[in-house]
């Protein structure tokens, strides 16, 4: 069975304590996407990781790592969980994988606080995992344009496709909560 992991990003505080606001995993395109992969007979899960206004590494990891990985899951990031998968996958790159697609990844270069993001991109993850592409818009911050940068420098056999618009790919920047264009890359 295919297995697609989709870790969302780090909203702000005010916006997750709000009762109003969805939860991060149900945010922008993620439950579009899962519904999308689950109607295609893929199994799709979007993890809530602990704390995502203030992420902790090692917490998140342990709530990542209650899932089981072979050499057919597809990894999905967004922002912060784009820059998680990176830092997890640098950690642990024997772990064979099919495909991992960041979106937008973040490694907190534009964060006051960086803890989340203290390690060294491992390009032996390269070897590990069959794929690995980047989506990014030229309308983002300049931070998540300086992470594709050095995420691409790292891993240079990693797959950049970017977009005119899009901004950081939420329903905002994007104007809908639909994404063909990266259930296309998940799925391929």
Not at 62 to 88: I, K, N
Request: aromatic content about 10%; charged content about 20%.
């Amino acid at each position: 069975m295919n297995d697609v992991i989709i870790i969302h990003g780090k909203p702000s505080k005010d916006a997750y304590m709000n009762v109003a606001y969805p939860s991060p995993s149900n945010l922008h395109w993620l439950p579009w996407l899962q519904h999308e992969l689950l109607v295609r007979g893929l199994h799709a899960q979007t993890p809530e990781m602990p704390t995502p206004y203030e992420p902790v590494y090692e917490a998140w990891r342990d709530t990542f790592e209650q899932f089981v990985l072979h050499d057919q899951s597809v990894l999905v990031g967004h922002s912060c969980g784009a820059g998680f998968l990176v830092r997890w996958l640098s950690e642990n790159p024997e772990r064979q994988l099919k495909k991992v697609v960041l979106v937008a990844p973040s490694l907190g270069l534009d964060w006051e606080e960086h803890g989340f993001f203290d390690f060294t991109i491992n390009p032996a993850l390269q070897s590990a995992v069959k794929e690995v592409v980047i989506l990014v818009a030229k309308d983002d911050r300049e931070g998540i344009q300086n992470a594709v940068k050095q995420i691409a420098t790292a891993l240079p056999a990693a797959r950049v496709v970017t977009f005119e618009t899009g901004g950081h790919f939420t329903c905002k920047s994007l104007g809908h909560i639909d994404f063909p264009e990266l259930l296309e890359e998940v799925t391929a």
